[in-house]
């Protein structure tokens, strides 16, 4: 049996594996060796736990950005919908006003000259144009010309006409 040295409770009598250390103060006891152990695994938890929170930072940060240019991208697109759909309410508000037959006749006769079989065309020339185009005036105000000799001489001038009916 050994029995523990009254200098140093630490050395054993009698035995060979005395610590040289200890007898100068220099060894550690088991307290400090559990207290550096914890603060190293207390080290490490903080910095563990750090790492993944900064991850879960980020990750939370670049789903907000994510997030907002998605928000930015549906209010574009919203407002693009709104124009579109005012367009589209004003071409429909104008086809069903160009489908009534009233219109198209008005806008025939206006637009292109049109008229009912029996009706006689009124060719309002202005002074400025009276004076560029003699053979209408002609045309407008000759009433004895029959209906296709007042065509002939508005497409080939007075030239076709004979004078005699």
């Not at 006769?109 to 006689?120: A, D, F, K, S, T």
């Amino acid at each position: 049996m050994q029995v523990p040295s009254q200098n140093h409770p630490n050395v054993t009598v009698g035995s060979n594996t005395a610590n040289v250390t200890s007898a100068i103060g220099m060894q550690e006891t088991a307290g400090s060796v559990r207290a550096r152990r914890n603060t190293l695994f207390t080290k490490t938890v903080i910095w563990v736990t750090g790492l993944v929170c900064a991850a879960f930072l980020l990750g939370s940060l670049a789903q907000a950005w994510s997030n907002s240019q998605l928000a930015r991208q549906v209010q574009q697109a919203q407002q693009q919908l709104q124009s579109v759909q005012a367009h589209h309410d004003a071409l429909a508000k104008l086809a069903s006003y160009y489908s009534n037959p009233a219109v198209i006749e008005s806008e025939a006769r206006q637009q292109l000259g049109y008229v009912r079989p029996g009706e006689q065309p009124v060719i309002i020339v202005s002074p400025a144009q009276q004076s560029a185009h003699p053979a209408s005036t002609r045309v407008a105000t000759s009433s004895t010309h029959n209906f296709w000799q007042a065509w002939w001489d508005i497409f080939f001038g007075n030239a076709g006409y004979t004078g005699s009916k």
